[in-house]
């Protein structure tokens, strides 16, 4: 099986599967997520806050559910990813990222527009409740540095 690599005009060429192997992943700039974000709208039933690190050059996401006693500490992210706008851009604008709780699997997508993190979460219950599927779009604005 060949493998291709395609350029930002589309154009697809032919590379060696020992090239392949050898590329590097690109590190992609982080600093536009670092710091808390806090929700725009404070009495949201779905995210209070994130809070976003770098760790070894990783982003590192925590989120905060919104409870009536306080924000809900959701832990560190699993299985992080973080996305640029295109493939010649060095800077981070998106990440997706998993939460797993005992009742429900969250995907968390998130990415930066005008200084506003817009996240949408993706929830499938799995405790046999037979509730439907849902997701939340959420707007959080900057808090400070993390």
Request: with cysteine; glycine share 10%.
């Amino acid at each position: 099986m060949e493998n291709f690599l395609v350029d930002e005009t589309g154009t697809q060429a032919v590379i060696d599967a020992d090239l392949l192997a050898r590329r590097r992943p690109v590190e992609l700039s982080l600093s536009s997520y670092l710091g808390t974000w806090s929700n725009a709208n404070a009495r949201s039933p779905g995210l209070a806050q994130i809070t976003c690190s770098a760790r070894t050059g990783r982003l590192m996401v925590r989120a905060y559910g919104a409870r009536a006693e306080g924000p809900e500490d959701w832990g560190e992210a699993q299985d992080v990813v973080v996305f640029a706008p295109g493939a010649a851009s060095d800077t981070g604008t998106g990440f997706c990222a998993r939460y797993e709780f005992p009742f429900m699997l969250t995907r968390l997508q998130a990415n930066i527009k005008g200084g506003v993190m817009v996240t949408v979460t993706y929830n499938t219950f799995n405790d046999g409740s037979g509730r439907r599927p849902y997701f939340m779009r959420e707007f959080l604005t900057p808090a400070g540095p993390s």
